[in-house]
């Protein structure tokens, strides 16, 4: 079946409830789900996820998240469905909170919401085994782990179940969990935690569970949407991806990547994905109606905004506040110390200091990365000189945009350049800060045509940039989709949107004395 079947398909079937005949006697059960929550326990801008502004329409927060899960129970409930709430990975990592509590606040909110059972997104791993071992050990529910062998690693071993089976509504439903096995390299695990192949953890888990009798089998899935596709496509025996990493929105709304749920022709069944975008924004509730042998007779359900109609958790909401009290202490913290004083009054029209240090920070934090590219209107604020606080990193970067890391062929890479300096300097946020290459460019030249010239880092010299080769390219995730950046959208080889949040790695790079590029360097050079 062509993609573009299986997205009408998956829009006929998002579509009103479907009823089976009473012949039929299905286990009635309600899946609510959650992924990538990212620690955004207050509300976001609902576009681009960064901290709400009154003048925004906003989504989310923990307390709204809470409300919106305890008004789909008791829906539910009155439709006599029973239900089950899981997540789908990656509540680590992406505000002040999880700077500050590393996972306790994430922990409590998903406590009181009732989450069941949750899979590993690869920042759960950010701080390493022992953090993620707290986190584990005062979880009130499985932490499913299929493919994360753990028997090397003391802090963690035994700590995972590959699956996790519960009954509701008379119906056996079994919960899998993979997560991606790039996590190395997008997070820190350590040496001692072997990530295996998604697709064979999840047969061998699916052929445990069949053994034992008729099953409903649900993957949660944090490996993104095109490995969700092709899991789906390949393991005999699901019924349910409930994906995420991608931060792909699958709903009927206007700005989604797809309907809920997306359906893919597995080996044996149809297969359906579901996933929420990030950040608390939606929240995903997958209605069931099951046949005796765990097959899906019908499915209803949606993915819903958690927009201001959704009535805030008080017990919740008072959570959240008793965890923002030092934040404000967080935001004095000193991190490091700047020999002089950075601007950013220059990082619309040329070459930076401000915007070499964010952009080789960048460069920096994702390994094997070879070139950065970021825009100098995301740099809100100058640093000062001297000692450096978090809150001065977050008034340069107070948007929580995150690392994006692709491939790129040079010949990408360079309209990327042109498209930055395509409305000249001085006015435009979309003008390009790098690292690990450099270039020139002519202002007097047409738009289109300004880029003269893009040399590569290769060791200690500069080599011309190959335009039939894929560079290993890092920008922020604003620009990986907006800002015009069509070449990071539409030709970005395996992108990936969710790494390092950027004010974060900047601290640290302030704190580690990584200050190469600092001052100019001649790396954006105008005829």
Partial sequence: ???????????????????????????????????????????????????????????????????????????????????????????FMGSLFYTQHRGAAELAVMKAWGCEAMTLGNHEFDNGPENLARFVAAADFPILAANIDTRAEPALDGRFRPWWETTRGGARLAFIGVATPETPALSSPGRNLRFTDPAEAAARAIAEIRATGPATVVLLSHNGIEADRRLAAQVAGLDVIIGGHSHTLLAAEPDADGPSPMLVDGRDRTVRILQTGAYGRFLGRLDLDLAADGRIAAQGGATIPMGANIPEDARVAALVAEFARPLEETRRRVVGTLPTALSNADCRRGECALGNLVAEAMLARMPGAEIAITNGGGLRAG?????????????????????????????????????????????????????????????????????RQVEVAQGARFVPLDPTRVYRLVTNDFLRRGDGYVMFRDRALDPYDGGPVLDETVADAIAEGQLRGVPEDGRIRAL
């Fill in 383 to 451: 640093l000062p000189g001297g000692q450096v606080t978090v809150g001065d990193v977050l008034t340069v970067l107070p948007f929580g945009n995150t690392i994006a890391v692709m491939g790129l062929r040079g010949a990408d890479v360079v309209a990327a350049l042109e498209h930055g300096v395509s409305q000249g300097a001085g006015t435009a946020g979309r003008f390009p800060q790098v690292a690990g290459i450099r270039f020139v460019w002519d202002p007097a030249a047409p738009p289109g045509s300004r880029v």
């Fill in 1 to 91: 079946m062509s993609f573009s079947r299986r997205l009408l398909l998956g829009t006929a079937l998002a579509a009103p409830f479907l009823r089976p005949s009473a012949a039929q006697a299905a286990r009635r059960v309600r899946i609510v789900h959650t992924n990538d929550f990212h620690s955004r326990h207050e509300p976001v801008v609902r576009a681009t996820g960064a901290a709400c502004r009154t003048d925004d329409p906003c989504l989310g927060g923990s307390a709204r998240l809470a409300g919106g899960i305890a008004a789909a129970r008791a829906e539910a409930a009155a439709d006599g469905r029973a239900v089950v709430a899981v997540d789908a990975g990656d509540q």
